[in-house]
């Protein structure tokens, strides 16, 4: 359907956004050589993890409602696999852009973006192991499916929202701490908080699509 | 049931937390007269408006399921536009608190919190005046009431997702401008972050209940 087209938009603008946000703005990507551009794969891999391969993943049922029940299955949790590694790369650019930090590291785990953050991968990792031991586990019977079913996808949407919140703490972070004039508006300030409502928009119609 | 009494836990805990924070760490409230401590009417009131009082708003319907529909309309609606009484009232006061800040005022609307927060009190704004105009103005027929009720409810929850969201960025704001030994996690920073946690807890806990 034409909304499910509308998510498509909303997510890769965001991804754009945030790739011209820290590719272009930030000044571009490195890896442990330079800590400072090593932060910026952290937002750059969370976006397409944790909002727009984590969103299509969810929206994988909706699309190939006609196909094999298994194909669909394999997609959905190959996705949020894919997604999950993402995030596992994103999460280790932030925590070495801390460690490594010259003269002195930053400390951890200090804000509540990284608390939220930190609840929201582990949970997501969760819900993959809870998703795979139910639906591709082939012990698991029916009866299991059945009753496991709502909470799956009631968990599913959370945690989708909770990454969307995240993220838009990540992005308020990120502009206070790196764009010295933010309250003069300039463009990378609209680039940014363009970014926070296109994942806004993304998730709101995701959950729209999959309630109906 | 318990899950109601446990999201009264979680949204007291926050009323708390977010009086303490502002009450005691951030040296207590003022009006016009001082706009650096008029600005701590801000938190307090949009967490009291725009998460505690429309979360309970909308558990009135779950636990007064038994009395006469119209008491549970007007105490819905009721509860909804105190709320909106008390945004405004939280609103007036940062916008003050930029607009009178000495030497100069500070800048309104530049940051993803302002804007998302713009958008979700226009939103509320307009979700009061559709519920109204459906559920209790009497001219609306059963008809329309059916057609209406889906959205009412989809956009009622989305709406304090993005309330959720928004008090997130907010804390993460507030917690990089005046804590200024934020990353040394000093007890201020343990209050703001709960405050955090406990807000996604209600917000989750009133989703759950709502949509069994
Ligand atoms: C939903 C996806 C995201 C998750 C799960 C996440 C998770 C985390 C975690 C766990 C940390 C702590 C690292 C440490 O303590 O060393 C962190 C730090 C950080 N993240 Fe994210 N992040 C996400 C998205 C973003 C985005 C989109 C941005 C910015 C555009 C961002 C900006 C930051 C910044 C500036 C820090 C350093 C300050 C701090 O510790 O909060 N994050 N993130
Ligand atoms: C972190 C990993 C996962 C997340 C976040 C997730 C999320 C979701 C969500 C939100 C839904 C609801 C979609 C809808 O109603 O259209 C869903 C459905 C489902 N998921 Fe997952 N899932 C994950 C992993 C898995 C895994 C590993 C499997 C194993 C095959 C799985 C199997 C299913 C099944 C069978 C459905 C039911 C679809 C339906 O008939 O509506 N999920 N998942
Ligand atoms: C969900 C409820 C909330 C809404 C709708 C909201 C809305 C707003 C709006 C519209 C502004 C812009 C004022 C201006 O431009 O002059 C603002 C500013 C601000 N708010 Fe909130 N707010 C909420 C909750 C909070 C909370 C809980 C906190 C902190 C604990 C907070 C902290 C701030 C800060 C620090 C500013 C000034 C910086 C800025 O303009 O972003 N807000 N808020
Ligand atoms: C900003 C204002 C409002 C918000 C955010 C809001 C939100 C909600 C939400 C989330 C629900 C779903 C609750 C549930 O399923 O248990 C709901 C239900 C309902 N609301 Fe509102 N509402 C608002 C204003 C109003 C107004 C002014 C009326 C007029 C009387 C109204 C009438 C109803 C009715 C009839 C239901 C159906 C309850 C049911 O049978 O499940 N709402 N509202
Ligand atoms: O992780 C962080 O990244 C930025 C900056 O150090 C790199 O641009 C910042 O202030 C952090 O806390």
Redesign the interface.
Known sequence: TWLVLLAQVFGLTAVVLVAVWMGHFQQGFAWQSNPGLEFNYHPLFMVIGMIFLYSDAILAYRVFRNDKKMYIKLLHAGMQITALIFVAVGLKAVFDSHNLKKPDP??NL????S??GLITVILFGLQWVGGFATFLFPKAGMATRIMALPHHQ?WGI?IL??A??TA??G???K???SIKD????PTQ?YV??FL??MI?CLV?TV??IV?R
């Open positions: 930053i400390p200090y804000t509540l973006h608390w939220l009631f959370a929202c909770f969307a919140a838009c703490m992005i308020t972070e502009c206070i701490f933010y309250s003069q508006r300030a940014a908080n926070g409502l806004v709101t959950i729209y309630t």
